[in-house]
């Protein structure tokens, strides 16, 4: 079974930064690589927001909300995805889920792996 493990959330003033990490395992087998990795945003009531995608080639993709903001990248020896979050405004609050398309394991192709998030609030 695959892990998605979120950290470094919490709670911070407006304008402040957060960088939160994904880490990625697999119980019972070995993670041999790593397709798109994505961090989405979900808040209460309303529709999961696709925040920020990075491409195992590299290719980062950003919405529109937080373009400019936000950068994310990967450390594929680790198994990690970041997300560096700048200059926060309160309508950035929510869960941060991570979501990972594709692993290549010892168990052969994964597919559609999500963390179980962690809570950013942000207070102005």
């Known amino acids: 079974q695959v892990q998605l493990v979120e950290s470094g959330g919490g709670s911070v003033q407006a304008g402040r930064s957060l960088r939160l990490s994904c880490a990625a395992s697999?119980?019972?087998?070995?993670?041999?690589?790593?397709?798109?990795m994505r961090w989405y945003r979900q808040v209460p009531g309303k529709e999961r927001d696709m925040v920020a995608t990075?491409?195992?080639?590299?290719?980062?993709e950003y919405g529109p909300s937080v373009k400019g903001r936000f950068a994310i990248s990967r450390d594929d020896e680790k198994k990690t995805v970041y997300l560096q979050m700048n200059n926060l405004a309160t309508e950035d609050t929510g869960v941060y889920v991570c979501y990972i398309d594709r692993l290549v394991s010892s168990r052969g192709p994964l597919y559609d792996s999500w963390g179980q998030g962690t809570q950013v609030t942000v207070f102005s």
């Open positions: 697999l119980s019972n087998g070995v993670i041999f690589g790593i397709g798109d």
């Open positions: 990075l491409t195992r080639a590299g290719d980062a």
